[in-house]
């Protein structure tokens, strides 16, 4: 065990024209490997790892300051760049407008 807390990262978007809107509807993007939904089966890929979900699990413990490339990530799901969507488990805006 490395921490007590188990404290995460999550990344979601929201069609919603006004994200301030208490009615807007936020969806999650799933990683491929990254600890997440409790009945999900946990991923067995040993002995490696996928390393955006190990990066994320990181950038935990720390601000965004800290992992700048958080940032950038952020940008490529909001342009729906195909490469970065590959990394992710589900894409919440498939076949819709991006967030």
């Not at 009615?23 to 946990?42: Q, S």
Request: aromatic share 14%.
């Amino acid at each position: 065990s490395i921490t007590k807390e188990r404290t995460e990262v999550i990344l979601q978007g929201t069609s919603s024209p006004d994200p301030s809107d208490p009615a807007a509807v936020w969806e999650e993007y799933d990683f491929k490997c990254k600890p997440g939904d409790l009945k999900r089966r946990p991923c067995f890929i040993t002995p490696y790892h996928y390393r955006l979900d190990w990066l994320m699990w990181f950038a935990a413990f720390q601000t965004y300051e800290q992992n700048e490339w958080i940032i950038h990530l952020a940008g490529k799901l909001l342009a729906q760049e195909e490469a970065t969507l590959s990394l992710m488990a589900t894409n919440p805006f498939a076949g819709r407008a991006p967030p």
